[in-house]
Structures are given as structure tokens and as C-alpha cells.
């Protein structure tokens, strides 16, 4: 049986470079080999024992790649095409998926719907940072990238770009307003440039980190806030003169963080919740109006699938937004645990790592 190198979850605090069996393919799958990946801040969350995962299970849902066996029943692709596929893989026929909730697939399951079932890869199945992935469901989740993209220009797609963008999306961004985007990481800056591309006129980011904010001014924001020289709270409020933001975009995962953006709407504002939090969260009574202030809080897991991929994509290849300087460093997949390392203490200004053979 032919091996593959493969970066494994062993137990809390370990994520090692290992060996393990090449998947077979099955007729409705593709087997990808993987050119380029990336460390996503959900993995740290698995490797610190944040999010429980199976011992054994490879980690990653971010692929670039390229087709090296297709299942039997696929259609519509070639052996040797360069794809990428989404960080959720839906199966494209489940009932949530049918209602355009795929992200929420719950295929195989009596009903239908799953929470967070269409994330699979590193999660439920084996992921990607490994020589080899198996992408479940081919047809509905691979999509092909364009001539003239390079690997890094589109290694943002599967997860960053969908996510950060999907917090603009979920929010209802419209033309004109004001949004505020709490936590400047790889999500953060994306949901910047997104909420630029859907018609916000005033954005507003919030970190610490100097290189961070210069990277979300680059992106589109026209105000940073150091929440180090004082409270984000005020801070916000005195640039909107105590009217508050029309949109919130939550990008860390925090009491806190979640808090402030509460804080900060105006009334009937719109709080979209894109962090994965790790303890219960607490609304405060006064920052929620009592339950009476028409505020909406929403919650997204990034959208998947072939059309979701083909449109990001088009973005890019459209210039309209460059996300290459968010690929801070480099490493070897024999480097894995080293690019862990570095990624999940956050050293050297790290954004993203891109992952290579």
C-alpha cells in the first residue's frame, strides 16, 4: 500500500508529520494532490485541545492542487487540471443543502441538516496538509482554477476569503455604511476587503498589531483603532459621533471582542459573529437594549462548493482585491510542525503560511 506524508492529530498539543495510507477513490470522488496549503486558526484551536477531533485524523481544509485520480462517475474534469475545493464540502444534495444551507450539510442524517456538517476536511474526514486529499463529492465541490492564477493567489479562497467575506455578506452590508471589523487577522482583513466590495464607505478596523493595521488600510479601511491607546468602545463611537456602526463584524472569537461589537451598533444594527468561540458567550443587558433595540446578531460558517470557489476566484483574477501580501511565510510540508509552531504563537508578524511539497 503506498504512503503519504501527512500532518496527524496525535493528542492535545501535538500535531506531528507522519506517514499514512494514500486514500482509494471512490466513484463520486477525486483525489487531489496537494501543491499548496495553508495553517488556518481553527487547526490551533484542534491542536490546543479547543476543538475535539479524532487521534489519527489528518488536519487542514484549505486545498490547492492538483486532479491526480478521478473516481469513475465524476464528469466534468480531467486528471492533471490544476482545482482547488472549499473548505466545506458539501454533498449538494442533502435537504440544507437544497435550501442553500450547505454549510450546514447534514447528509446521511435522518433530517438533513447538520451543524457544521459540510465542514468535513480535518474535522469529520481527512484533511489537507498532506501529500494527497480525497475530495468527497467531486462534481459539487471541485472547481477549476483559472489560467494566469498562481497557487498563493488563490490558496486564500477555500476558507479566508469565504469566511472574512461572508461576515460582510451575512451582515447586509449595503452601500454607504459604516462597518467596524474587531480583530485584524487573516478572517478580519478579508472581511475588510469584503465589506469595501459590497458598498461600506466608512470601515473601521481593530487590532494592535502595526503590520495588521497597515495591511487593512492597504484592504480598504479608513479608520484603525489600537485598542491598546484606549477602549475600542469610545474609540468607535467618537469616529461615528456617538451613532454607532451599522454593521459589527466579529472576526476573533472572544467575550470581549463579541462584546465591544454589541457595544458599538446603532440601534437595529447587525452584529455578524464570524469567531469560533471556545467558552459560552454573555450578552450584556444594556449593550442589548434590553431585547428591545431591533439589533440582529448572526453567525456564519464560510459558504462551499464549486460556485462559491469560481466566484472568489473571479474576484481575484478580477484585481479587485490582492490578498498575496497576507502569505507572510513559507515552509516545506517536512516543516509542518515548525510552521505550526510559529503560526500558533503567532511570531515574526505572521499572517498566513503557505505550505508546499
Not at 498589531?209 to 492597504?218: E, T
Request: proline share 5%.
Amino acid at each position: 500500500m503506498k504512503k503519504m506524508k501527512a500532518a496527524i492529530f496525535v493528542e492535545k498539543g501535538r500535531i506531528v508529520l507522519d506517514e499514512k495510507p494514500i486514500p482509494d477513490v471512490g466513484p463520486l470522488d477525486a483525489l487531489i494532490r496537494v501543491t499548496t496549503t495553508t495553517i488556518c486558526g481553527t487547526d490551533v484551536h484542534i491542536l490546543k485541545g479547543e476543538y475535539p477531533v479524532e487521534r489519527g485524523l489528518t488536519i487542514g481544509h484549505e486545498p490547492v492542487g492538483v486532479i491526480e485520480k478521478l473516481g469513475s462517475a465524476v464528469a466534468g474534469f480531467q486528471e492533471g487540471q490544476r482545482v482547488i475545493a472549499g473548505a466545506i464540502t458539501p454533498s449538494g444534495h442533502s435537504y440544507a443543502c437544497l435550501c442553500g444551507c450547505g454549510s450546514q450539510d447534514g447528509v446521511g442524517t435522518r433530517h438533513g441538516f447538520k451543524a457544521m456538517g459540510g465542514w468535513k476536511f480535518g474535522n469529520t474526514i481527512d484533511g489537507c496538509q498532506a501529500e494527497y486529499v480525497l475530495v468527497k463529492d467531486a462534481m459539487a465541490n471541485l472547481s477549476p482554477i483559472p489560467d494566469g492564477l498562481t497557487d498563493e493567489q488563490v490558496l486564500m479562497c477555500p476558507d479566508i476569503m469565504s469566511t472574512g467575506f461572508s461576515g460582510a455578506e451575512s451582515g447586509k452590508v449595503r452601500i454607504g455604511d459604516t462597518v467596524v471589523v474587531f480583530a485584524l487577522g487573516p478572517i478580519g482583513l478579508c472581511a475588510v476587503a469584503g465589506a469595501k466590495l459590497m458598498g461600506a464607505t466608512t470601515i473601521i478596523g481593530v487590532d494592535t498589531v502595526p503590520a495588521r493595521l497597515d495591511v487593512a488600510r492597504s484592504l480598504g479601511a479608513d479608520h484603525v483603532v489600537d485598542f491598546k491607546q484606549g477602549d475600542p468602545v469610545e474609540q468607535i463611537m467618537a469616529l461615528t459621533d456617538g451613532r454607532g456602526v451599522d454593521v459589527a463584524i466579529e472576526a476573533l472569537g472572544t467575550q470581549g471582542t463579541f462584546e465591544s461589537s454589541l457595544r458599538v451598533l446603532r440601534p437595529g444594527g447587525t452584529l455578524s459573529s464570524l469567531g469560533v468561540y471556545s467558552s459560552d458567550l454573555r450578552i450584556p443587558l444594556g449593550a442589548f437594549s434590553a431585547g428591545l433595540g431591533d439589533l440582529k446578531i448572526v453567525s456564519t460558517l464560510c459558504p462551499g462548493g464549486k460556485e462559491r470557489m469560481r466566484r472568489l476566484m473571479d474576484v481575484v483574477g478580477s484585481g479587485r482585491v490582492d490578498l498575496k501580501p497576507l502569505v507572510t511565510h513559507r515552509f516545506k510540508l517536512d516543516d509542518i510542525e515548525a510552521a505550526y509552531e510559529l503560526f500558533a504563537n503567532q511570531r515574526d508578524g505572521v499572517l498566513k503560511v503557505a505550505i508546499t511539497p
